[in-house]
């Protein structure tokens, strides 16, 4: 039952060790040069774009290696979560890399909180679309019913409504748990791998006395986080959508023989698919954005009482 | 502004006592107001390139001092310069700071001449 998701752990260490063999090449080709600014600077700025870069490579390519796996569209139902899974492991892999360059002797008494650096509207959009996408999870697996072949949770099965000239019927494929159940584990892999993301981003030392460092490492901090809580709403959205619409349409395309309430169910359902596009055409903007935003100019001197030098 | 800590490798005083040093300062200049929350202790140790308990000694050091205040699931928080000490509180407070100011200077080879005539000079200004 649970198919493809052994792929989604090779698929995130696979990401893993790419991101880490390219970083650590590109680093000995790439030697930083000489008081253009402090070498960690330049190497952090460095390992996120790489890292992000490779990590979008890494997610496109994965639809089309997951489309002939696992049994009848499974493999392509968990797209969406293992791309993000991708997205999500480059970006860790390369905090954890960058994890000393913008440490430099000194700290700034300042209080970094996870929640100071989530990206308000994404965040909630991701939240938004969990609920949503978790709601209309629960009514498919519900009404699921085994297929032709005693697969459970493949189909739906209908009683037809008085007066349409049917008894009953069936059709598939239908978001059971046959698709549920996998996508939830995944879902649920995913949310603690992103939040682990998160917080080594959000918990990587920075001087943060010194202005430079800190205005160009704050924004590779954000993007890190920002990336997270996109690929994870890029999850949720693309299942969303892949959910939605595929028990919406079924819904819709019998309605003449369905009762009222499984029409308006069908509305509702497609409207969730169609907001689960939405949801994923802002989780791609936001995930390529942070790629062509320029880098931040210098900020203001802090107060130190440290002894001079 | 964000004010900010540096651990000095060459200074042979303790890191934990450079840094409540730098603290007090900072906390006596007003740089630290009252009610700022000081950074949770593996952060600034690990921003600092420190252990933990490095942190902590100083954050209970300052605490001793009525600095700053600990509070479960509050972080520390800086509070007033201690108006509220008892007189005594105060007294053992600041023979214990002298005691560490002159640990150090003998650590940096200074004998009493010199050690005494840093303090008129500190005292005047």
Known sequence: MLGPVPFLVLGVLLAAVLVLVAIRFWSAVRPVPAGAEPPGLTRLRRVAVLARVLGLFAGLATPFLLAGVGRLGLGLALAPTVVAAVLVT????????????????????????????????????TVAGLVVLVAVGVWTTVVAAPDD??????SYGYTCRYGSGCDSGSFGPFPGSFY???????????LVLAGLAVVVAVRRPRDGADSAVRRVDEQVRRSAV????????????????????????????HADVLSGGLRVAGVLITGAGLAGLGLLVWAVAALVVPLVTPAPAAASPVPSAAPER | MTAALRVDPDDPTPPYEQLRRQCVALIG????AEGTRLPPIRQLAGDLGVAAGTVARTYRE???????????????????????LAPADRRQQVERALRDAVRAARLLGADDHEITGALHRALQG
Do not use: K
Not at chain 1, 180 to 190: E, I, N, S, Y
């Open chain 2, 62 to 84: 300052l605490e001793q001092l009525g600095l700053v205040v600990s509070r479960r699931g509050g972080g520390t928080v800086v509070r007033a310069p201690a108006a509220t």
């Open chain 1, 90 to 125: 480059a970006g860790l892999v390369a905090e954890l890399l960058s994890w000393r360059d913008a440490r430099g002797g000194s700290a700034a008494l300042e209080v970094r909180r996870v929640r100071d650096y989530l990206p308000r509207a994404t965040t909630g959009a």
């Open chain 1, 149 to 154: 072949l005693g697969r459970p949770g493949r």
């Open chain 1, 226 to 253: 920002s990336t997270a809580v996109a690929a994870v709403l890029l999850a949720v959205s693309g299942s969303l959508t892949g959910i939605g619409l595929t028990a919406g349409r079924g819904l819709l395309v």
């Open chain 2, 29 to 32: 200049s007003g740089a630290l």
């Open chain 1, 180 to 190: 549920t159940v996998p996508l939830l584990v995944g879902l649920v892999a995913l």
